[in-house]
């Protein structure tokens, strides 16, 4: 006799999350993993009577296991539906919250959301159906405690671009992607199977598109006009389609030799539309599944005999790269960061990357040494001391031999020695000799003219001592001394030059932007009621 707690998919049902008709699809669901006798019955009897979609059932599934091991850490272990409590129901959230992949990285708070969401409508379905009559009343979810709030882009990060050096290293491997144990039917012929996920990779590499846009390209996705060739895509995140993106006629080539392949190629009808259509006709979507494309590439990529990362160890050998960063969506990051270091303009950065603003552009990147380096060595001929006179210093010793202050360098030698931490006067860089600001500083100094304005406005209200009023109307004059010296330095350069610096100093500025490096604090209204730092 089957055991009731081994569900085969094939009576089950599942629907297609592209049309509601059932699908017998093969395998089974083992709820023998579940270790409450309650939760086993109710998902059973949930799968078994609602035929749900294919994504509705694996994503109930995922929350149900992390439900269930969350509540067999509780008092109880979950086992008495009657006896739990909205601590219980924290615990479970909590659990979601602090899931991750098999790789070790968090969920997409997106994904997260949906977890908690598919769980609590189970057992929503439960109460409604009368097999949780049970239940306690207080294990429900709480529309503010238990929120997961969505982060614009916790799918991405800072400095998650796969470096152009790996790149190439998996370039020369690219013949070998495909082979194996490959994600698809196995009726395709080995050799179309290699290339389908070899031009895949490609158009990761070479366009920044999501995985998910990748595998949903349209059949026809090519357009030429006056020689240039582009990319039909959707935005799937955005919903915004027919979008444009130029590409490389390498690129474009790579696409059509797919193309030329895929039209002999006998697979499901449904996928026609499709430039990678589905390889099954058991698969839930009409395209190639993103799961995949992760998946194949986790398996090549785990493949290689040997990646080295950029840089030597102390003995003089290369180090070994963590295969872990590369997959699918670290690609984008790779192409955000291939156009900056090439110096692209961050608003047609942002146009390329198809997004709604430039600061969710620069997320995606981290400006390189190579072009910070750059950027120094164009304003260190523009470095002035406190009074406002040119001090211009080598590239290196402006670099090297100083010290980031909020509102310049520091070249005081026991305050670099600290990493800036140990002042001698506390930070009063407009009256400090070893002060030494830029043109990247002048917004900053501006923005803090202003405070201090506004705090000698309140020490006024204050009825505060003179020497309070004076210390803070010496620091704006030192400032606004230091700032109309340095425009009228750069007034007299050429319009070329001036808007040189202009770009370096915003590259510097994002930069500094990105550093960990805490903001030191900078005046000291009362010099007697300091504590020694």
């Known amino acids: 006799m089957a055991d009731p707690d081994v569900l085969d998919l094939r009576t089950v049902g599942l629907r297609t999350t592209t049309g509601s008709a059932p699908r017998h699809m093969s ?15 109710l998902v059973r009897h949930w799968a078994t009577t609602n035929s749900p979609r294919t994504d509705v059932f694996s994503n109930t599934m995922r929350a149900v296991t992390l439900a269930s091991r969350a509540l067999a850490q509780r008092p109880g272990q979950g086992l008495d539906p009657a006896a739990l409590a909205f601590a219980d129901a924290s615990a479970v959230v909590d659990a979601v919250r602090t899931a991750v992949r098999q790789d070790g990285t968090l969920y997409r708070s997106s994904q997260r959301r949906t977890l908690v969401g598919c769980f609590f409508q189970l057992i929503d379905y439960g109460r409604r159906s009368g097999h949780l009559d049970t239940l306690a009343g207080a294990f429900t979810r709480d529309p503010v405690e238990h929120r997961i709030r969505l982060e614009e882009v916790d799918e991405d990060g800072i400095g998650k671009a796969v470096p152009e050096s790996v790149i190439r290293q998996l370039d020369t491997h690219l013949h070998t992607l495909g082979l194996g144990d490959v994600q698809g039917r196995r009726d395709i012929p080995a050799a179309d199977l290699q290339l389908l996920y070899q031009t895949v990779y490609i158009l990761l590499r070479d366009t920044g598109r999501r995985p998910l846009e990748i595998a949903s390209l349209p059949r026809d996705c090519l357009e030429t006009d006056h020689g240039q060739t582009s990319l039909i895509w959707d935005n799937r995140k955005r919903r915004r389609h027919r979008r444009r993106l130029p590409i490389a006629a390498s690129t474009a080539q790579d696409i059509r030799r797919w193309q030329a392949r895929r039209d002999h190629l006998q697979l499901p009808a449904s996928g026609d539309a499709y430039l990678f259509p589905a390889l099954s006709d058991q698969s839930a979507e009409r395209h190639l599944g993103a799961n995949y494309i992760s998946e194949t590439l986790r398996t090549w990529v785990d493949s290689l005999p040997e ?28 192409y955000a960061q291939r156009h900056a270091d090439a110096g692209t303009p961050v608003d047609v950065l942002r146009e390329l990357m198809d997004h709604h603003s430039i600061a969710m552009t620069q997320r995606y990147y981290q400006v390189s040494l190579k072009r910070k380096r750059t950027a120094v060595a164009a304003l260190t001929a523009h470095v002035v001391d406190r ?33 800036g931490d140990s002042c001698p006067i506390r930070f009063q860089c407009a009256g400090c000799g070893y002060y030494r600001p830029d043109p990247s500083y002048l917004p900053a100094i501006e923005q ?16 505060a001592a003179d020497f309070v009023i004076n210390a803070l109307t010496a620091q704006i004059t030192a400032f606004e001394q230091i700032v109309e ?12 030059e001036q808007e040189e610096l202009e770009q370096a100093s915003a ?3 994002k930069a500094r932007a990105g550093t960990t490096r805490p903001h030191l604090p900078f005046t000291v209204l009362n010099p007697h009621q300091a504590k020694p730092r």
């Not at 803090?448 to 009825?463: G, K, S």
């Open 485 to 496: 010296r340095m425009r009228r330095r750069l007034s007299a350069l050429p319009t070329a």
């Open 448 to 463: 803090h003219i202003n405070e201090l304005r506004a705090d000698r406005e309140t020490a006024h209200a204050m009825d």
């Open 507 to 509: 590259l510097l500025r």
């Open 387 to 419: 009074h406002g006179h040119p001090t211009p210093s080598s590239p290196s010793g402006y670099d090297l031999r100083s010290v980031a202050v909020p509102y310049g360098g520091c070249t005081e030698p026991s305050n670099v020695k600290a990493g």
């Open 27 to 41: 395998g089974t669901a083992d709820l023998r993993t579940i270790p409450q006798p309650w939760l086993r019955h």
């Open 307 to 334: 990646l080295h990362a950029e840089g030597t160890d102390v003995t003089g050998h290369r180090l070994p790269f963590n295969r872990s960063l590369i997959y699918p969506y670290a690609f984008r990051h790779s």
